[in-house]
């Protein structure tokens, strides 16, 4: 059935008719295609620039072609088709361009509570019991949370702006890691909250120091983790968006597009006017500057305090499009505001510094050209050596050796903490080094540990875990 007949099953006209055609109408499905294109009026406003379908168009398309293929079977009648809500539904993973659009509430579950595990198979660690984490509902914030409660008997707060279920959609990966982290550690009987708020407005940092005076009094230790795409001034109103490109001219260098274990080269054009500027507004330490100097002045800054915000250098390989490029600048920006504040808490026996991370799958390394390739030959070359972390691993480590070790903070002579230490090691990085001209689309799977990048990808959205039915129903609330 051809877009001409399909108009005249439903009432929708363009722009917000979402069927071509129907390919199979029967008693147990409806097939139909919607092909989009550049020019659909939301592309504009949505992500722009990364052409990806709102999840409530994708919802829509399939309530006009259900209509259309009841329509068409006659037992409508003269009766129009209304979709009016949708109790349960089925999730699986849906990639478009290397992200993710949706998640799977138990497989997030099964991840937190693998890292729980993980942390208590540990020795416990000696440090102060109230910490604040900006940005904890994903990655190296979620595991510095887990870390510290599970593992240090911390209460923690957090803030994060994570996006929340509908009964037709299912939240952002945060937002199920925010509500099972505070159940699992109530049971445990520790302190947990989460505030669901923008960390870049002034109104967000007086509701904190509001929280903060009734929970703790004061926090002992505030986490900066905060990985974001846009930032508004909460002065001017300016609104900056971070870009990742490389600074001064093209960079093409090997790449793998990981889901479908393919080898080519891609190619970044560098970054134009002020994108490299606005990358450091965003990405930069002008929001954790504003963060620490507001605790202090509301007297909710503990004693000897400390501070970390976290970073990433990394090989020579990588730097075009990192360390050298507009978020390395960022990067720069926020090690030149640990010193600053470092010298802002002295006075008060308090410190500040970046931790140096090790590369890990998130979802920003893996839509970054070349970076998934490296991090597949880092996996599989530190798997061999059985030096191996992920967030979780590292986040103790911090905790426990690093930050709060009996020799105190351990910092490298330009005063950063290093948790990418085992990662830069020379015998590491000399036979990344060896394997790297010689991987193709081939020999992929055999030289590097593609396979658990696409593992980690997929776990951070709740998928491709064992035991878990992804075809049963699934309660989007959690």
Not at 78 to 90: E, G, H, I, Q, Y
Not at 133 to 146: E, K, P, W
Not at 446 to 465: E, L, S, V
Request: proline share 4%; glycine share 10%.
């Amino acid at each position: 059935m051809e877009f001409k007949d399909v108009k005249e099953l439903l009432p929708h006209r363009e722009p917000f008719l979402f069927v071509d055609k129907l390919v199979e109408v029967s008693d147990k499905k409806i097939v139909g295609i919607r092909k989009y294109t550049d020019s659909d009026f939301f592309f504009q406003g949505h992500f722009p620039g990364y052409p990806v379908v709102p999840g409530v168009i994708l919802v829509e398309s399939m309530a006009q072609c259900g209509g259309a293929g009841v329509a068409q079977s006659g037992i409508l009648g003269d009766k129009l088709f209304f979709l009016a809500t949708v109790d349960k539904a089925k999730f699986q993973p849906k990639i478009i361009g290397g992200v993710c659009l949706t998640a799977h509430p138990g497989g997030l579950k099964k991840s937190l509570d693998k890292q729980i595990a993980y942390v208590k198979s540990q020795p416990p660690i000696d440090m102060p019991k109230r910490v604040l984490v900006l940005g904890g509902s994903n990655g190296y914030g979620l595991a510095t949370r887990i870390a510290a409660a599970f593992g240090g008997g911390a209460g923690t707060l957090n803030v994060s702006l994570e996006r929340a279920p509908t009964e037709r959609k299912p939240a952002s990966p945060g937002w199920y890691n925010n509500k099972y982290f505070d159940e699992a550690a109530r049971k445990a009987g520790l302190t947990a909250e989460s505030i669901n708020a923008d960390v870049f407005s002034h109104e967000t940092r007086k509701e904190v120091i509001g929280k903060i005076k009734e929970l703790f009094g004061a926090v002992d230790l505030v986490v900066y983790s905060i990985a974001s795409p846009v930032r508004t001034d909460p002065d001017t109103g300016e609104q900056y968006r971070s870009v990742l490109k490389p600074l001064g001219k093209t960079y093409t260098a090997k790449s793998v597009d990981f889901l479908k274990g393919t080898v080519d080269t891609a190619s970044v054009k560098p970054a134009e006017g002020e994108e490299e500027a606005t990358t450091v507004k965003v990405m930069g330490g002008a929001d954790w500057m504003l963060w620490v100097k507001a605790l202090k002045e509301a007297g909710v800054l503990a004693p000897a305090a400390k501070t970390v915000a976290y970073s990433y250098i990394g090989p020579e390989i990588t730097f075009a499009v990192y360390r050298d490029g507009t978020i390395g600048s960022a990067k720069k920006h926020l090690e030149k505001t640990a010193v600053e504040l470092n010298q802002f808490l002295s006075a008060d026996g308090g410190e500040a510094f970046v931790s140096v991370n090790k590369a890990v799958v998130t979802r920003a390394s893996s839509v970054i050209p070349v970076v998934p390739l490296y991090i597949s030959l880092l996996y599989m070359v530190m798997k061999e050596k059985g030096i191996h972390e992920g967030c979780i691993e590292q986040m103790q480590r911090m905790l426990s050796q690093k930050i709060y070790g009996s020799g105190g903070t351990v910092r490298d002579a330009e005063g950063l903490v290093r948790l990418d230490d085992w990662e830069m090691r020379e015998d590491v990085q000399s036979e990344v080094s060896a394997r790297w001209d010689s991987v193709t689309t081939e020999n992929l799977e055999q030289k590097t540990d593609i396979a658990g990048f696409r593992q980690d990808f997929m776990r951070m959205h709740g998928f491709d875990w064992d035991g878990i039915d992804y075809n049963a129903e699934v309660d989007t609330l959690g």
